[in-house]
């Protein structure tokens, strides 16, 4: 970790510019875009940087919305991960303890990623002006990343080569804890499966026709009978994104389904996904219809590196905890009422915690809150989502951690995580990832064995199991 003048530089510096970043998440909470659509989001991303001082090159994979800030020269080469893309349906009122749209059917920020993508900014950008400062070495890059949700913004940035010379990455993301990240999550394949039949009178000649929704039915039936036979920590899910109309008198000629394959490698969600090809074949066979199966995107599985973990972690302890105050603690207590007790336990699980760092007291969400730090026991544990991170961290050691910015039992993807995205303790916990962040960036800017051990951990893991991109290079990321 850094020397205690140099944390204390750092964190300084970080607090005097928390304000500007505190407002710059709040726009993007606001702007709430979609995948692949972050138009103001990345324009004032991108303008924050330039006013910082750091060269910006855009367009990056042919994503309008992505875009690479960089400040200073030579090695280390240090990449911060930045997102800002919202949800579809998860408009909700800021601030609040109870489901209030602000805009019925808009989308929202359900994940956090207006927290993510500037805490991550603040973070490059006080370690840039650290660096220069103190004459030291070193590239700090800000990577701007768009549709991660559904979209998989970073695996076309890295199929494009843009982490082709990164020394390490570093990101966080909002969650109800403080501490390091440390998962081997799945892989995700995601296809849709469109079918084609023939339209007919249902009542006067449905022998005539031939039900496209009959097979998507079947598909999905076939599906839920391959669960039982597909490796235990693998997920399949799905969602009907065309029913072939609302007229029950008329057989549907078209319908689609949207499938994600999901396995703790990418060679098993690519087995697991080709028998859900067989199925949706004969579910084709049985109804006299045709499927196209159309690839859609992908996400490998993360590389966890203990190494950059440790780091962080001890960067956390030297912190101390996120300095909540008793308003802060208030509203987390009235979303948490919102809450089953199951639903508390639950999130506890989840997130593997055991006990907290400071306090040395087993956590048991009695405080909605989290005050201390998840203690690191320097082991990767299972976590059954899926993030385009793992692609990052596929090219160059990566390290992630959480922020506690939601009250304890927070879900992703709820309107929760809305209410509470503008929140004074949501900012409080931003401002301490970046912290956290900006300091593990200094260890690698200031000490080569770190780095050295952090990229021998990354060869070791990587010699394996070489990267392959999941996503063909005839997918264009303008198509999705």
Request: net charge negative.
């Amino acid at each position: 970790m850094p020397d205690t003048a140099a944390l204390q530089s750092l964190t300084k510096a970080i607090d005097a510019l928390a304000p500007e970043f505190t407002t710059l998440s709040d726009k993007i909470w606001e702007f709430a875009e979609l995948k692949f659509n972050e138009v103001k989001s990345s324009e004032l991303l991108v303008k924050t940087l330039k006013q910082n001082g750091f060269s910006v090159r855009q367009n990056i994979a042919g994503m309008k919305t992505a875009f690479i800030g960089e400040y200073g020269c030579g090695k280390p080469v240090i990449a911060f991960l930045g997102e800002y893309d919202a949800l579809a349906g998860m408009s909700q009122t800021a601030g609040v303890d109870r489901p209030v749209a602000t805009e019925p059917g808009g989308s929202g920020h359900g994940c956090g990623h207006n927290l993510l993508g500037s805490g991550s900014m603040l973070a490059a950008i006080a370690l840039a002006r650290h660096l220069e400062a103190n004459g030291l070495p070193g590239t700090v890059r800000y990577y701007g990343c768009p549709g991660e949700e559904g979209g998989s913004g970073k695996t076309f940035m890295v199929r494009a080569g843009a982490f082709a010379d990164v020394d390490a990455a570093l990101t966080w993301h909002p969650a109800p804890f403080n501490g390091v990240r440390s998962t081997h999550n799945l892989a995700v394949l995601e296809y849709y499966y469109r079918f084609k039949g023939i339209a007919a009178h249902a009542a006067n000649a449905a022998h005539l026709g031939r039900s496209a929704l009959d097979a998507v039915e079947l598909m999905n039936v076939g599906v839920n009978f391959l669960r039982e036979h597909m490796p235990q920590d693998c997920r399949v899910h799905y969602a009907i994104t065309d029913t072939g109309g609302r007229a029950a008198n008329v057989v549907q000629a078209n319908a689609e389904v949207l499938y994600l394959v999901r396995a703790p490698e990418m060679s098993q969600a690519l087995a697991l996904a080709e028998r859900v090809d067989h199925v949706a074949r004969g579910a084709a066979m049985m109804t006299g219809t045709e499927v196209e199966i159309i690839f859609d995107t992908a996400a490998t599985n993360l590389l966890p590196n203990l190494t950059l973990e440790n780091a962080i972690h001890d960067n956390l302890v030297s912190i101390g905890p996120v300095p909540f105050d008793e308003s802060d603690i208030d509203f987390a207590r009235k979303i948490q009422a919102t809450f089953t007790d199951e639903a508390i336990k639950s999130s506890i699980r989840l997130y593997q915690i055991k006990k907290d760092v400071f306090s040395n007291e087993k956590i048991d969400g009695s405080t909605p809150l989290h005050l201390g730090l998840r203690d690191f026991e320097g082991q990767s544990h299972f976590r059954a989502g899926s993030t385009d991170v793992g692609d990052v961290s596929r090219v160059t050691p990566t390290a992630q951690c959480w922020a506690p910015a939601w009250a304890i039992g927070t879900n992703p993807h709820t309107w929760q995580v809305v209410a509470q995205g503008r929140s004074a303790g949501a900012h409080k916990a931003m401002i301490h990832a970046a912290k956290a962040l900006a300091a593990t960036g200094l260890d690698l800017a200031t000490s080569p064995e770190l780095l050295a051990d952090a990229k021998e951990e990354w060869l070791e893991k990587t010699r394996e199991q070489p990267y392959v991109c999941p996503i063909p290079d005839y997918i264009s990321p303008a198509a999705l």
